[in-house]
């Protein structure tokens, strides 16, 4: 389950003072932090499975921040990015939100707006991340299904009774409502209503 990873700022940038007063601003307010010097560095310990958000100044030598951000896009990272920019980079900020950054926050930083933002990054994370695995566990009962119950299911997710279900598939009545108890057992709701609630969230 996601909570056996904490959530962590991932902060990457190549000055040294900027670095270290985030650092010591983010455990200062109970943020558990990392920091990396490079986009480099920061790559060559990514993994999918990170949770929290990430903290990436956008001009940094070497690799940038945004040739950094679409790599990340590329290799599917979830987390969340707020850029750190200078005045003159906010375009490149703007451009980046439009491919899916979270936020920027403009230099000098104000360490509560900051803050704030990171906070809003951590709620946004653990959103997506329980969504993604709420549908990827009603796919999973969803194989559980035989291809009749799979048919029964469609027909009662189509509004019909028991004696339109039997009709359409050729059954009897009693082995419709044999299919559907399975169907809601497996799927772990206990209505029409309900099924149909749990599989919007799949879409």
């Known amino acids: 389950m996601s909570e056996a990873v904490p959530q962590v700022v991932h902060v990457v940038d ?3 003072a900027i670095r270290d007063a985030l650092e010591w601003l983010l455990r200062s307010r109970g943020l558990p932090a990392r920091t990396f010097p490079s986009a480099e560095a920061f790559l060559a310990d990514f993994g999918v499975a990170m949770r929290g958000c990430i903290v ?6 070497g690799m940038s921040g945004v040739e950094l951000f679409e790599r990340l896009v590329a290799a ?3 987390l969340p990015v707020i850029f750190l920019t200078g005045h ?3 375009p490149l900020a703007v451009a980046a939100l439009k491919r899916g950054a979270f936020d920027f926050v403009e230099k000098p930083l104000n360490d509560n707006d900051l803050v704030d933002r990171i906070l809003g990054a ?3 994370e653990e959103s997506t991340r329980r969504e993604s695995e709420t549908v990827a566990d009603v796919a999973a009962r969803l194989e559980t299904l035989t291809q009749r119950e799979r048919q029964v299911m469609d027909r009662i997710l189509a509004g019909d009774f028991n004696k339109q279900v039997a009709d359409a598939l050729g059954i009897a009545i009693r082995t419709v409502e044999v299919h559907r108890a399975r169907v809601f057992e497996k799927m772990g709701v206990r209505s029409a ?6 599989l919007a969230q799949k879409r």
Not at 56 to 61: A, F, I, S
Not at 193 to 198: G, K, S
Request: aromatic share 4%.
């Open 14 to 16: 190549d000055d040294d």
């Open 56 to 61: 990436l100044d956008v001009r940094m030598e």
């Open 88 to 90: 003159g980079d906010v």
């Open 193 to 198: 209503v309900e099924l149909a609630q749990l």
């Open 76 to 78: 599917g990272n979830r």
């Open 122 to 124: 951590f709620r946004h």
